[in-house]
């Protein structure tokens, strides 16, 4: 069975990774449109040692994601080239935000979540009141902003979450979508009528950790040392680089420089166009990103 990836992102090779690990004897491709990998890791590191990141520049730990994403590190044999920063630290507890031509810095702690900060018009902690105060309003899904803004009040989504998006996201919070970003947040509010009590009732639905994962020595060292957010020696590029690396010596064919032009059915296989070949492949796994995938001609199907 041939199996496609569309995108050499860092999605795209570790799907192509774990459909290596679950199925070894199928035939994968990856295409990448441009002449690089990794998307939007992009480390470059200049003459005087300094690393310079393009795009995001640490991992988080928390959660299975986190979790699984350092086992990969590990198993991809980078556990010595990895630079961790703990809870407490100077780089994880200090944030600040640039209001009027002003810097200022986010509460971090009990004592200044009390505390009236600026640019915050009263202590963040009573946010959590506009939470328990506010109606519940139905919907679907909205953006990450409009929610935060509707629940907790105005302070937190200009001065907290906003700059949160634009760095963790590369984004604007009034254009990114809560379910997509916040998926239990948005149901906890809607199933309870409030987040924080949602969080408390609904407990027993919060995610578990995977057990399996917790045999990661790397993940082990993380969660009792208490990191916060890891990066590699020479920058994230690093694990795109030993990623691919490691698919190509395992048989994976990564096509750079390869973008997609069209897919297309016929007799019970799918074709994908490329610049220079057709594919003939059983399955398409997507990487791309929506705005991307929208532009390769739709598939067409002939019997």
């Known amino acids: 069975m041939t199996v496609t990836v569309l995108g050499g992102g860092i999605s795209g090779l570790a799907a192509a990774h ?4 679950v199925n070894p004897s199928s035939r994968i491709v990856v295409l990448e449109a441009s002449h690089r990998l990794g998307g939007w890791i992009d480390s470059t590191k200049h003459s005087d040692g300094v690393v310079y990141e393009g795009g995001p520049r640490t991992l988080r730990v928390v959660g299975n994601a986190g979790a699984n994403t350092l086992a990969l590190a590990e198993s991809l044999g980078l556990r010595d080239k990895v630079r961790s920063v703990h809870y407490g630290e100077p780089s994880a507890k200090n944030r600040m935000i640039k209001v009027n031509g002003s810097l200022h810095k986010l ?3 009990l004592k ?3 505390t009236k900060l600026p640019p915050f018009s009263k202590p963040l902690a009573l946010s959590a009141i506009s939470d328990l105060r506010a109606k519940k309003v139905l919907a679907d899904d909205e953006s990450l902003f409009s929610f935060v803004n509707r629940r907790f009040g105005s302070d937190v989504a200009r001065y907290a979450i906003d700059p949160l998006a634009r760095g963790v996201f590369a984004g604007n919070a009034r254009d990114l979508s809560v379910k997509a970003l916040a998926k239990r947040m948005h149901e906890v509010e809607q199933k309870h009528g409030s987040v924080l009590k949602g969080f408390i009732k609904d407990r027993k639905n ?3 950790p995977d057990p399996g994962l917790a045999k990661s020595d790397l993940v082990q060292q993380a969660r009792k040392e208490k990191w916060a957010v890891w990066s590699l020696q020479d920058g994230l590029e690093t694990l ?4 691919a690396e490691h698919l190509e010596q395992g048989g994976v064919e990564i096509r750079r420089s390869s973008p997609v032009l069209g897919i297309q059915g016929s007799q019970g296989h799918l074709v994908v166009q490329t610049n220079g070949e057709e594919i003939q492949t059983e399955r398409v796994i997507s990487c791309l990103p929506a705005n991307h995938l929208s532009q390769v001609n739709p598939v067409r199907f002939s019997v």
């Open 112 to 114: 200044t979540a009390l």
């Open 107 to 109: 509460p971090n702690s």
């Open 18 to 21: 774990y459909l290596r690990t």
């Open 206 to 208: 919060a995610e578990k």
């Open 240 to 243: 795109v680089k030993t990623l």
